[in-house]
């Protein structure tokens, strides 16, 4: 069983900055992808960033010139950093991990980190 534990959300003010962290624990298996999806009242959970073992990311659209998402393969640990942060970026940010087990490929997710971004 794989946990997630994210940290660094909070409140900040619009064009300001925020890194967020996820570390992942307890995998016997490599993990394959991790990321961050984000979830704002309301409204779906939405793909934020990914990033594979072997570098590749992916990133929403509409978030790429503001948003970097990195990762630390010895660590298991992803991150998140924002920058010029709008109201509009306020949600819960989950924290995502992806691996190939004996049953497959399973996902796992964090608790989720409240970002606040006001006016």
């Known amino acids: 069983q794989v946990q997630l534990v994210e940290s660094g959300g909070g409140l900040v003010q619009a064009g300001g900055s925020l890194r967020l962290s996820c570390a992942a624990s307890?995998?016997?298996?490599?993990?394959?992808?991790m990321g961050w999806y984000r979830q704002a009242p309301g409204k779906q959970r939405d793909l934020v960033a990914i990033?594979?073992?072997?570098?590749?990311?992916n990133y929403a659209d509409s978030l790429k010139s503001r948003f970097t998402i990195s990762r630390d393969n010895a660590k298991n640990t992803v991150y998140l950093q924002m920058n010029s942060l709008k109201v509009e970026d306020t949600a819960v940010y989950y924290c995502?991990?992806?691996?190939?087990?004996?049953?497959?490929?399973?996902?796992?997710w964090g608790q989720g980190t409240q970002v606040t971004v006001s006016s």
């Open positions: 307890g995998s016997r298996f490599s993990i394959s992808v």
């Open positions: 995502h991990a992806g691996l190939v087990s004996r049953q497959g490929f399973v996902n796992y």
């Open positions: 990033i594979t073992s072997g570098g590749t990311t």
